[in-house]
């Protein structure tokens, strides 16, 4: 359960400009997670989240993926979690995951830094990864392969 709550909270704070605990909580609870500030509190400490500034000038949660282990560590385990399939059509990478799954997923591609990766878009169920070359696309899928 606390697995799939940090993987939660990592996809919320990936979606939204979370600001507060508080603002958090209420989205977690939304999702069907039961929590308290108290847990949310304690999740932000051992996810590592930072507060950063947002566009607005606000600060808001963010995940400070490459500079910590246990966040990649979530990470790799919601893209496990969440991956069903992959196709590719020319230079576009087509991942399935599981339903509501791809938002997840896809911030674990980009806590990947894949360079074969130009840019990628996350639906319910499904990411689009826009890649440079047919060749690359090939090698991004293998690798996938690899990790998985």
Not at 55 to 67: F, H, N, S, V
Not at 69 to 87: H, I, L, N
Request: proline fraction near 1%; hydrophobic fraction near 45%; glycine fraction near 6%.
């Amino acid at each position: 359960m606390k697995g799939r709550r940090q993987d939660k909270i990592l996809e919320i704070i990936e979606k939204y400009e979370i600001t507060t605990q508080e603002e958090l909580a209420e989205r977690l609870n939304a999702e069907g997670f039961s929590v308290t500030q108290a847990t949310v509190s304690r999740d932000i400490r051992e996810l590592h989240l930072s507060k950063v500034l947002s566009e607005d000038g606000r600060q808001r949660y963010a995940a400070m993926p490459g500079k910590e282990e246990a966040v990649t560590g979530r990470y790799m385990d919601a893209f496990r979690a969440g991956f069903v399939s992959m196709d590719m059509a020319q230079n576009i990478l087509v991942i399935r995951t599981a339903s509501g799954m791809a938002g997840a997923v896809a911030a674990a591609l980009d806590a990947l830094n894949f360079t074969e990766i130009v840019g990628s878009i996350a639906g319910d169920d499904t990411i689009m990864c826009a890649v440079r070359s047919v060749e690359e696309t090939r090698e991004l899928m293998e690798k996938i392969r690899r990790l998985l």
